[in-house]
């Protein structure tokens, strides 16, 4: 089974990701995670992109993706989480896999920039917190692994703003593109329901 996820940077999509993926036992990949992890001449390719918020060239994505789906824990199914992001994306993906659902989680802009502007992330594990809404029980460690919490280089107001333009002009309109399989939930509610909305509208 192939779920994607889209929402808006800040809709908790990558949160809701990792948690239905074990709960599915389903591979998880976030391209940004895969990004962020990059090193060498990967990593200075995509830095200046990243820190920018600017999408990664689409040849360059396609083949990350690419490679990645050929690992052998997405042979049972996978969950995408922040690709496709345009329509270039999606359509080079629809040549490589079938899609069985599309997951779109939406919050309104002015929650996105609300939350990101104090979202933590731990450098160990990528566990996500808030320091209003989902705070660790420690100041900056993570409750999962001890890890220390920090900042993104790209949570900063101007890159939030380029983020969420980007979301609108390139990502929001792929949705039309797989209106036969969308399922849209509210991202603004609690984490615990959108949980609960996705698995149910899932079954
Ligand atoms: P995310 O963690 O999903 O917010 O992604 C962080 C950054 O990684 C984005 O702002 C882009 O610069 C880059 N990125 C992630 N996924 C993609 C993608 N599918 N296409 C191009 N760039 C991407």
Redesign the pocket.
């Known amino acids: 089974m192939i779920i994607i996820f889209i929402g808006p940077?800040g809709s908790g999509k990558?949160t809701q990701a990792k948690y239905i993926s074990e709960k599915l036992k389903l591979a998880h990949i976030?391209?940004?995670?895969l990004?962020?992890k990059a090193t060498g001449k990967l990593k200075e390719k995509?830095d200046s992109?990243?820190n920018t918020?600017?999408?990664?060239p689409?040849g360059l994505?396609i083949k990350i993706i690419k490679e990645r789906l050929n690992k052998p824990d997405c042979h049972k199914g996978a969950i995408l989480?922040?690709?496709?992001?345009?329509i270039e994306?999606a359509e080079e993906l629809d040549k490589i896999i079938d899609i069985d659902k599309v997951i779109e989680i939406n919050i309104s802009d002015e929650e996105a920039i609300r939350r990101l502007g104090g979202r933590l992330t731990c450098r160990d594990c990528g566990a996500v917190y808030n320091e209003r809404t989902n705070q660790p029980r420690q100041k900056d460690i993570c409750d999962k692994d001890g890890g220390r919490l920090t900042k993104r280089s790209?949570d900063t107001e101007t890159a939030i703003k380029a983020?969420l333009e980007i979301y609108h002009k390139e990502t929001f309109p792929i949705l039309s593109h797989y209106k036969d399989i969308l399922i849209k939930i509210n991202g603004e509610n609690p984490i615990e329901k959108v949980t609960e909305d996705i698995l149910e509208k899932l079954n």
């Open positions: 940077q990558g976030s391209t940004g995670d990004l962020r995509v992109y990243m918020g600017r999408l990664i689409d994505m989480d922040g690709f496709p992001r345009n994306q790209d983020r």
